[in-house]
Nanobody, 123 residues
Framework: QVQLVESGGGLVQPGGSLRLSCAAS????????MGWYREAPGKQRELVAV???????NYADSVKGRFIVSRDNAKNTAYLQMNSLKPEDTAVYYC?????????????????WGQGTQVTVSS
């Protein structure tokens, strides 16, 4: 089995910073894509930032220049450094990983999600 465990959410004032972490564990062969999505009240889950194993990144336009996604492939861990936070960044942030799970009967890539961590930006 595979688990993604997030940490680092909380309450922060506008203009502040937070750093999220996501540690993947379990029957993992390798992780192709790892990163973050978010879901605000009344809205659909949306991409925030992801990084593939080679280092290529993809960011939502709304966070470019403010957020930085990174990975430690040796530790199967992803990070999201969030700077210059705005009230509209308030959401539940979910870690996402596209990985090869050695416990599956069919070898291939499978999608996994963390349980989510709340980020609230408010004065």
């Amino acid at each position: 089995q595979v688990q993604l465990v997030e940490s680092g959410g909380g309450l922060v004032q506008p203009g502040g910073s937070l750093r999220l972490s996501c540690a993947a564990s379990g029957s993992i062969d390798s992780i192709y894509t790892m990163g973050w999505y978010r879901e605000a009240p009344g809205k659909q889950r949306e991409l925030v930032a992801v990084m593939v194993k080679s280092g290529f990144t993809n960011y939502a336009d709304s966070v470019k220049g403010r957020f930085i996604v990174s990975r430690d492939n040796a530790k199967n861990t992803a990070y999201l450094q969030m700077n210059s936070l705005k009230p509209e960044d308030t959401a539940v942030y979910y870690c996402y990983a596209d990985l090869y799970d050695t416990s599956k009967p069919t070898y291939g890539e499978y999608d996994y999600w963390g349980q989510g961590t709340q980020v609230t930006v408010s004065s």
